[in-house]
Nanobody, 115 residues
Framework: QVQLVESGGGLVQSGGSLRLSCAAS????????MSWFRQAPGKQRELVAR???????DYADSVKGRFTISRDNVKNTVYLQMNSLKPEDTAVYYC?????????WGQGTQVTVSS
């Protein structure tokens, strides 16, 4: 069983930055895909960014050029650096770890961007 704990959310003004972290406890293979999703009120959960070990990251079009995902396989941690934040980025952000043996979600961290 892998447990994920997110941190780094909060309230920020439009144009500001936040860095989210997601630490995994338990065995997480370096081959696992680590991702960030978000869910705004009344909307479906959507993929924000994902990263495979040794591969190029993927981003939603809405965050390209503003968000950067990275991972530390030694620390079993994935990060999401969010710059130039917009009010439409307001959502609960969830991390996910996916492999053949694991499909785990964190509890979510709230990001609120004020205009």
């Amino acid at each position: 069983q892998v447990q994920l704990v997110e941190s780094g959310g909060g309230l920020v003004q439009s144009g500001g930055s936040l860095r989210l972290s997601c630490a995994a406890s338990g065995a997480v293979f370096s081959s696992a895909i680590m991702s960030w999703f978000r869910q705004a009120p009344g909307k479906q959960r959507e993929l924000v960014a994902r990263i495979r070990s040794g591969g190029s990251p993927d981003y939603a079009d809405s965050v390209k050029g503003r968000f950067t995902i990275s991972r530390d396989n030694v620390k079993n941690t994935v990060y999401l650096q969010m710059n130039s934040l917009k009010p439409e980025d307001t959502a609960v952000y969830y991390c996910n770890v996916l492999s053949t043996a694991i499909n785990s979600w964190g509890q979510g961290t709230q990001v609120t961007v004020s205009s």
